[in-house]
């Protein structure tokens, strides 16, 4: 039998009450599905005593959350400062970066300076071009996904809510956000203006279609609006813009704050001109995974294969969007015929549930046999210690303030 391993795990998630659901899930994976081995989670905006500093770890897990703080010039200066010892312990280090466009050359040296171990991309088509200096390391590079699907999702949706009982025809959720992804992320925050523009007057769906942050769906009520629509809007997640240093990001939130009435062409003049669509940076993302698996049909962003990474195609998983809605006359024609409606949401979750490497358990997997693997020797250790440890950490972010996760109270337990 394999011994019990010590796995640090970093992250950025903050207060609970504020986390998204499938991103909270993501960074969380590993003790659900491995629960036999000691885990010690560390969010970067809480203080690190020097007595968890001196505990050993077999592996370091580096998530999404953690590594956008290399976005903010002052907050990637106190990480570093205060997750310094990170970089000189004994342990196989995996990273998760997420929208890898932005400030790359940072991440880079970042990964590098820690001596990362392992990198799992979610745009491993793109490396040359994100990653030209990883080469002359020894990090081994991976393919991920920005979401897994779980157990506990197939179980829910095993029989979704049948679609003539959803009061929702069409929905959808995103956030007014400065467009730092270029046009792609700016027509992923229209897209729910500019499909209600295009629909006739007399049209009689019932929409639940907002951008504004009071209208926002909090964490656990998120899957029962999804399965409650009968079709969601669905936009591209990632980029159509490559931002290497950092500059670009840089200028747009400058620029936006002189000028508040600012519009896209505009900005793209002052900020990245020539720069926008040289790269399409996309990839599946956990809203395609769980209007799928809920049978919610997509009226989504048309793109190749590689947009949804590889799995899902328009009319046979999702129905396209092209261009400015400019084929709105098909799409409510589509959406009318029950027959071929149900078919593509059936071919769309299929298509999601034949996907191995979509699965939680086989992610965590994955993972547990990189580490083990890794772990060459045994190293003399006491369990109880290392919980004592973790659980003195806990009591003191208690006083702080801190509240365990409702999601994941298990994690909270000694």
Same mark, same amino acid.
């Given at each position: 039998?394999?011994?019990?391993?010590?796995?640090?795990?970093?992250?950025?998630?903050?207060?609970?009450?504020?986390?998204?659901?499938?991103?909270?899930?993501?960074?969380?994976?590993?003790?659900?599905?491995e629960?036999?081995?000691?885990? /010690?989670?560390?969010? =970067?905006?809480?203080p690190?005593? #020097? $007595?968890?500093?001196?505990?050993?770890? @077999?592996? %370091?897990?580096?998530?999404p959350?953690?590594?956008?703080?290399?976005?903010?010039?002052?907050?990637?200066?106190k990480?570093?400062?205060k997750?310094s010892?990170?970089?000189?312990?004994?342990?196989?280090?995996?990273?998760?970066?997420?929208?890898?466009?932005?400030s790359?050359?940072? /991440?880079?040296?970042? =990964?590098?300076?820690?001596?990362v #171990? $392992?990198?799992?991309?979610?745009?491993? @088509?793109? %490396?040359?071009t994100?990653?030209?200096?990883l080469k002359?390391?020894?990090?081994?590079?991976?393919?991920?996904?920005?979401?897994?699907?779980?157990?506990?999702?197939?179980?829910?949706?095993?029989i979704p809510?049948?679609?003539?009982?959803?009061?929702?025809?069409v929905?959808?959720?995103?956030?007014?956000?400065i467009?730092?992804a270029?046009?792609?992320?700016?027509?992923?925050?229209?897209?729910?203006?500019?499909?209600?523009?295009?629909?006739?007057?007399?049209?009689?769906?019932k929409?639940?279609?907002?951008?504004?942050?009071?209208?926002?769906?909090?964490?656990?009520?998120?899957?029962?609006?999804?399965?409650?629509?009968?079709?969601?809007?669905?936009g591209k997640?990632?980029?159509?813009?490559?931002d290497?240093?950092?500059?670009?990001?840089?200028?747009?939130?400058?620029?936006?704050?002189?000028?508040?009435?600012?519009?896209?062409?505009?900005l793209?003049?002052?900020?990245?001109?020539?720069?926008?669509?040289?790269?399409n940076?996309?990839?599946?993302?956990?809203?395609?995974l769980?209007?799928?698996?809920?049978k919610?049909?997509?009226?989504?962003s048309?793109?190749?294969?590689?947009?949804?990474?590889?799995?899902?195609?328009?009319?046979?998983?999702?129905?396209?969007?092209?261009?400015?809605?400019n084929?709105?006359?098909?799409?409510?024609e589509?959406?009318?015929?029950a027959g071929l409606v149900?078919?593509?949401?059936?071919s769309?979750?299929?298509?999601?549930?034949?996907?191995?490497q979509?699965?939680?358990?086989?992610?965590?997997?994955?993972?547990?046999?990189?580490?083990?693997?890794?772990?060459?020797?045994a190293?003399?250790?006491?369990?109880?210690?290392?919980?004592?440890?973790?659980?003195?950490?806990?009591?003191?972010?208690?006083?702080?303030?801190?509240?365990?996760?409702?999601s994941?109270?298990?994690?909270?337990?000694?």
């Amino acid at each position: 039998m394999h011994k019990r391993l010590n796995i640090l795990t970093l992250h950025g998630l903050g207060n609970p009450s504020r986390r998204l659901k499938a991103v909270e899930e993501l960074e969380f994976m590993l003790p659900l599905y491995e629960p036999e081995h000691n885990y /010690l989670y560390l969010d =970067l905006d809480y203080p690190v005593p #020097d $007595y968890v500093k001196e505990l050993e770890f @077999d592996a %370091i897990i580096i998530n999404p959350t953690f590594l956008c703080a290399r976005l903010f010039d002052g907050v990637y200066a106190k990480t570093i400062e205060k997750f310094s010892f990170v970089k000189h312990l004994e342990a196989v280090k995996i990273a998760f970066p997420q929208d890898d466009y932005y400030s790359t050359r940072r /991440l880079e040296y970042w =990964l590098n300076d820690w001596d990362v #171990d $392992y990198l799992f991309t979610v745009l491993p @088509d793109h %490396i040359d071009t994100l990653y030209p200096n990883l080469k002359q390391s020894n990090i081994h590079i991976r393919a991920a996904y920005t979401g897994y699907v779980s157990n506990k999702w197939i179980e829910q949706w095993e029989i979704p809510k049948a679609r003539c009982h959803r009061k929702i025809d069409v929905s959808y959720r995103t956030l007014k956000a400065i467009p730092c992804a270029g046009k792609l992320s700016y027509d992923k925050y229209r897209l729910g203006d500019r499909f209600v523009s295009k629909l006739p007057n007399n049209h009689t769906l019932k929409l639940d279609i907002s951008s504004e942050y009071n209208k926002r769906i909090p964490g656990h009520e998120w899957h029962q609006f999804i399965e409650n629509s009968k079709f969601c809007l669905v936009g591209k997640s990632g980029s159509s813009l490559f931002d290497p240093e950092g500059v670009y990001r840089s200028n747009i939130v400058n620029f936006v704050k002189d000028n508040p009435n600012w519009k896209f062409n505009e900005l793209e003049n002052n900020c990245f001109k020539f720069r926008d669509g040289l790269f399409n940076f996309t990839a599946i993302s956990p809203r395609n995974l769980e209007a799928a698996l809920s049978k919610t049909v997509q009226i989504a962003s048309i793109g190749s294969s590689s947009c949804y990474s590889g799995l899902l195609n328009s009319y046979e998983h999702y129905i396209p969007i092209i261009g400015n809605f400019n084929n709105i006359d098909e799409i409510l024609e589509i959406i009318e015929d029950a027959g071929l409606v149900e078919k593509i949401a059936v071919s769309c979750k299929e298509a999601i549930l034949d996907c191995p490497q979509l699965r939680v358990e086989n992610h965590c997997l994955t993972l547990m046999n990189i580490i083990k693997e890794s772990t060459q020797t045994a190293r003399v250790r006491n369990d109880d210690y290392f919980r004592k440890v973790r659980s003195l950490y806990w009591q003191e972010l208690t006083k702080l303030g801190f509240k365990p996760s409702k999601s994941f109270p298990q994690l909270y337990k000694f």
